[in-house]
């Protein structure tokens, strides 16, 4: 019933500062020429230092003989687990500043590796940061505590296998540290795929998306891991915490449901059973723009409402869609798409593109089965590319602050505008200068969507993560005010641990806490991510 | 954007030893026609006992002054609290065996009646068992503990009113009291649904459907009240929690997740947001019947994997059918629904009858828009009439126990006939007769189905609880086996304890007995239920 697979890693060339693949990153002519967009960008880009020129600080920690062929203090591994990706993570490399580097980085291949570096940070007092592929956003893989002897990164990279495959039921038993290409070339020879797609899906992995709750291309239905998974493996400090395989269960309260979205912070996520999908042989896809902002949110809103369920339905306002590409005259675009491994979509498709138009919408072209739709192909593009354009603009010292959220469609015109009134405030106060000022909704639901911002305002050279902070701050500040999620899937990290702390219940807070105390009683595990320990 | 709503309690008259209304008890002949069925019953039905006959243990539990109001002793009042619906409670109570009786019902009007009620039982040493309307099947609200002062059972159903509803994000505010017709009906003027219908719909709350994570009508997609809820209002006895209002949230482990389904052990629940629905105008049912049962597992394996998500998908085996009245020659039957409010669902409907005949299926009859489906029909009426009919072999001292599970479909052709083979046998050494074992599969997912199994069989009169429970722990025994959840969703309680502890997690029991002790340290809430209090 169920196959063996074999396979091997690929990782791929990873920038040590930045984002992905070092041959992607923009060269410094193309930099300048993308400065000279923002005014008030600076003139000349940061120039990438050299890794060996960047000091790192002295190792505390001297490995066990034990474990030493597990563990590296070399520089190009500590630099590069020093940081996740955001902004402030790529300004801070770029300024040469790896100060809170680990002490060791730890490159198990089995779990009893895994066991063994949590045994031994565990009596001695070493903090332990899981690390998948270091896409984080949020701070989720950067030590900030000061309670610790020391802190490895522990690095699952090395467990990357599709172990079993299920094909009657459509599941596989991945290991954590796979990478999303690698994962699917493993399924692809089954005929199956996870198809969970984040923006980072090339540089983050399986067990990097379940601590995290990440959010994949999927606009409705299963816009979350979460939704995927049927039974997960977890080494915590106090023992193996392993889950049925079971489509769904009703016996108590999820076990897995306290795991995801855990960031870390109650065992290290080594494998699971995820649900997967036959590869889709009918797409199509469309795009419509709207005159109005307000009328384009009435329509998504009844598309998210009327059960259609459309694979991808994002909506891009006027700056995003022009930004993309795909607008010039102040529009806003809806990019929708349908896909099914099993019959054609194209009927749905025109009952999805009848619903937008019946809301103030223009159709702007359909692609059919036989190809994707040229608005939505371009803006696809402009999608995978915009986090090497965000480390460029960052060369240029110019602020680049995304930020995921999502409320009620009763809040939702209210919100579109606080934030964008609220943040052009703080970007002027912070740096005299005008924001840009985007959102796209990413996922909808039927209650509500997922508004996505960017905003971009020159920073002042050497000033960029104060300025950066008081952003976030503000950002956080805003979507607490209006009842809006911290996030959507970003996570929270240690970025977003106001906004977090916030709008937690506190009786949940106290059962965490208790949780994590019993799971982790050496508080070893992701120090400072979504709860501290209670006060001494 | 938020209307107000007044809606006022219209409780139904309900039976204190059976199932629902006493108006629907089948009389003595007819028990006795049905007991005639079944080989090895009684001759006569057991009489039911006169309330005012039973004999109830003294009140241990005096209620304080400032209580008084909210507390009863009333001898109907502690008899109708006594047991859920589980076929033992049935037996007990027509045996007259009403001894774990609460000492004192509590009928809380607000929520600070209801923390009033908390905090003196939490001085006192008395338990608190949540009681909704008490349709459990799993002794989830009988105590059984013997380390408390008393117990009070905590009835909720003065708190049953739809207090806002928001028409843009189809979401309204309930409380948890409301039993499904009367929250039905409050929503019914302003054109929305919950469309939330498990088979104890007209004797259940909103609070013990979140409570045990219970199962409503549709097989796919929103299979759970899990899926409907918004956030949640718990008052625990360490503070109050509330979620935000929001349509997914990535931020940490869902705090809502650790309530649903923890069954009154960590706090009250008393409303929640729960999204809802615009009124289907469109349906469509057909029924399909097969030769063989593993072609029509495999068939609805098929319609499960398609994405076309039928509201309705049953797999009846040639017994269930037969019995349901819906087959007569050993065929097992499918039935399916779609339900839209937004679109005709015809060639949709075709699409899955289409898919089940390439499966071996043969078309029974369809029906359209203008009516349900003959067999279907036929089939709902059964399906309500079913726990009467319970009732009524109780009263015949034919045991009858259903359970329900899920499990990966690799594993559904197994788990199906090692069921039936060893409930066969252990009927046959308890009973000493031949038991009927029929299933169905209530709810279908991409990765398997969730099978409810029925087990009748002739019990010896006053030995009726004893043989249940030898059947009881072999169907947790051959579950626990084969790794298929001990409930997909009548909840753990008390009688799924055994099967429970085998299937969760050892780290997760940790995490939720520090949890439970964070928000409960004085441990009254339900006790006995998902977890026990650490080892003194």
Same mark, same amino acid.
């Given at each position: ?60 920690? &001297? ?7 597990? @563990? ?8 590069? !687990? ?11 490399? @770029? !300024? ?51 309670? !610790? ?9 090395? @467990? ?9 039921? =459509? ?23 996870? =198809? !969970? ?13 379940? &601590? ?15 939704? %995927? ?28 449901? %306290?795991?995801?979205?855990? $960031? ?69 675009? @809806? ?15 025109? $009952?999805?593109?009848?619903? *937008? ?35 460029? %603009? ?19 015109? $209210? ?18 200068? $005008? ?24 920073? =002042? ?42 709008? =937690? ?16 009683? *050496? ?14």
């Amino acid at each position: 019933m169920v196959d063996r697979v074999q396979a091997a890693s690929a990782p791929a060339n990873r920038s040590w500062w930045g984002w992905g693949s070092t041959d992607k990153a923009l060269p410094d002519t193309e930099c300048a020429a993308l400065g000279a967009l923002v005014p008030g960008a600076a003139a000349e880009p940061l120039p990438v230092p050299e890794l060996r020129a960047v000091e790192l600080p002295k190792s505390r920690v &001297a490995p066990p003989p034990a474990l030493a062929p597990l @563990l590296s203090d070399a520089p190009a591994d500590r630099a590069g !687990h020093t940081y996740g990706k955001a902004y402030r993570d790529i300004v801070r490399a @770029l !300024h040469g500043d790896l100060s809170p580097a680990p002490d060791q980085v730890a490159f198990p291949r089995t779990e009893q590796d895994i066991t063994d570096v949590l045994d031994w940070a565990a009596d001695a007092g070493v903090a332990v940061v899981p690390y998948g592929a270091g896409s984080s956003v949020v701070g989720g893989v950067e030590y900030r505590a000061d309670r !610790h002897r020391g802190v490895v990164s522990l690095d699952l990279s090395g @467990l990357d296998r599709v172990l079993e495959i299920d094909r009657v039921s =459509r599941a596989a038993r991945i290991q954590a540290g796979a990478l999303g290409p690698h994962l699917e070339a493993q399924l692809r020879p089954h005929g199956l795929t996870l =198809r !969970h797609f984040p923006q980072s899906f090339e540089f983050s992995t399986l067990g990097g998306w379940l &601590a995290t709750r990440a959010g994949g291309h999927y606009a409705t239905l299963y816009t979350h891991v979460d939704d %995927l998974v049927e039974s997960m493996r977890v080494l915590t400090p106090v023992g193996v915490n392993e889950s049925l395989r079971l489509p769904r269960s009703g016996a108590g309260p999820s076990p897995d449901r %306290l795991f995801l979205g855990s $960031e870390g912070t109650l065992g290290v996520i080594t494998e699971a059973w995820m649900r997967l999908q036959d590869r889709p042989c009918h797409k199509a896809s469309a795009t419509v723009s709207f005159d109005s902002f307000p009328a384009a949110i009435d329509a998504v809103r009844a598309i998210a409402q009327s059960g259609l369920h459309p694979a991808n339905c994002r909506l891009l306002d006027p700056g995003e869609a022009a930004l993309a590409g795909v607008a010039r005259g102040g529009e806003s675009v @809806l990019v929708l798409g349908l896909e099914s491994a099993y019959a054609p979509v194209g009927d749905r498709l025109a $009952e999805l593109v009848t619903l *937008a138009c019946d809301h103030g919408g223009s159709p702007t072209r359909e692609g059919s089965d036989a190809g994707a739709d040229t608005a939505a192909g371009t803006w696809r593009s402009a999608f995978l590319r915009m986090p090497y354009l965000r480390d460029a %603009l960052a060369r240029m010292s110019v602020i680049s602050e995304t930020f995921e959220t999502a409320c009620t469609w009763d809040r939702a015109g $209210e919100l579109y505008e606080a934030v964008r009134g609220r943040l052009g405030e703080v970007a002027r106060r912070v740096a005299g200068a $005008e924001a840009m000022i985007n959102c796209r909704f990413t996922h909808v639901y039927p209650d509500g969507p997922a508004p996505y911002f960017t905003v971009i305002v020159p920073g =002042r050279r050497g000033h960029e993560v104060a300025m950066w902070d008081e952003i976030k701050q503000a950002s956080m500040d805003v979507l607490g005010d209006l009842g809006a999620t911290v996030t959507h899937h970003h996570a929270v990290g240690r970025d977003h641990r106001p906004g977090y702390d916030r709008q =937690r219940p506190e009786p949940f807070a106290h059962a965490l806490r208790a949780a994590k105390q019993a799971l982790d009683p *050496a508080g070893i595990l992701n120090p400072g991510v979504l709860i501290d320990p209670p006060a001494a």
